[in-house]
């Protein structure tokens, strides 16, 4: 119980190709939850309305996740819509209603304050940064962030970039981050402005992971029934961040082993609509995922 997650929980209407779920369970927050829970018992921290169902609550507790920090405003849950083209890389926003998450302003339970591994899941890096303020000294925190902020919010993320050690991002935001085209560089560019380490998302290409003493790539897993990818960049980081909380310290080792499970989740994340995949998954599934990854990119 060493693994602490705040952002948002949401209901989303999605269309794929393979079909449509309206009001399934999102949000970046659960998402992570549910992956990392495949490792460890993290600590959520997000804000949901009176709407929230009981069974969608008893699901992540079921699952080990401690929901004291869950806090429920008068209001509705964040809601979200999406369709995705046929290519699986065109999302189109059908709608977003911000609801009770507009006014977020987290709040950590003191009796979690304390947990060494941290991430801050996507949210304005102004609440970023206030979620920040009150832990107590953690050891290893990684944040997540998208275009809007780099956007609309700069100098709040550039802030929020000095005081942590880690930050996943996709080649498009890096390269919109650093005005870099070529990714190496855009990574080597944003630790320049503060974290350790960078975790780049490549989508069906993979990712890496850049640092001063690991530089590591992999492949995503050759899924060949996606349903919807909605979610798969949350799982990568609860596995990512799940298995370097199991392991209880960071290293090149334990971060090139972070990178395959992280890879692993989001490839379960994809193969069903919200977690209904996810969901039903044993860590002896994920393990022997894990084992077929590396067969397939050790020479």
């Not at 999102?26 to 490792?39: I, K, P, Q, T």
């Not at 004291?68 to 995705?84: D, M, N, S």
């Not at 798969?232 to 334990?254: K, L, Q, Y």
């Amino acid at each position: 119980m060493n693994l602490l997650v705040i952002g948002t929980l949401a209901y989303d209407t999605v269309e794929t190709v393979a079909g449509s779920r309206e009001d399934a369970l999102g949000g970046s927050a659960m998402y992570f939850s549910v992956a990392s829970s495949l490792y460890t018992k993290p600590a959520l921290v997000g804000v949901v309305g009176t709407d929230f169902r009981a069974e969608d609550r008893a699901m992540l507790e079921g699952k080990g996740v401690d929901c004291t920090g869950v806090e429920v405003a008068e209001g509705k849950t964040f809601r979200w819509g999406g369709r995705y083209e046929p290519d699986w890389n065109t999302r189109h926003t059908t709608f977003t209603e911000l609801n009770v998450f507009e006014h977020f302003d987290p709040k950590v339970p003191e009796e979690v304050q304390a947990r060494p591994f941290v991430f801050l899941a996507n949210a304005a890096p102004a609440v970023q940064a206030k979620a920040l303020d009150q832990l107590q000294g953690p050891s290893f925190v990684v944040a997540d962030t998208m275009n809007l902020w780099i956007d609309i919010a700069l100098d709040d993320l550039k802030g929020l970039l000095r005081r942590v050690d880690g930050l996943i991002l996709n080649d498009e935001e890096a390269r919109m981050l650093t005005g870099e085209s070529n990714l190496i560089r855009a990574a080597q560019a944003v630790m320049g402005m503060g974290p350790r380490y960078v975790i780049l998302k490549k989508g069906e290409h993979g990712a890496f992971i850049m640092g001063d003493d690991v530089h590591f790539a992999l492949p995503a897993y050759p899924v060949d029934g996606v349903v919807d990818p909605t979610g798969a960049g949350d799982c990568f980081a609860g596995g990512f961040m799940g298995s370097i909380a199991e392991a209880g310290e960071v290293n090149p080792a334990t971060l090139r082993r972070a990178m395959v499970h992280g890879t692993v989740t989001a490839s379960f994340c994809v193969q069903g609509f919200s977690v209904e995949d996810l969901g039903g998954r044993t860590r002896t599934d994920v393990d022997a995922r894990y084992d077929e990854l590396l067969s397939i990119v050790t020479v």
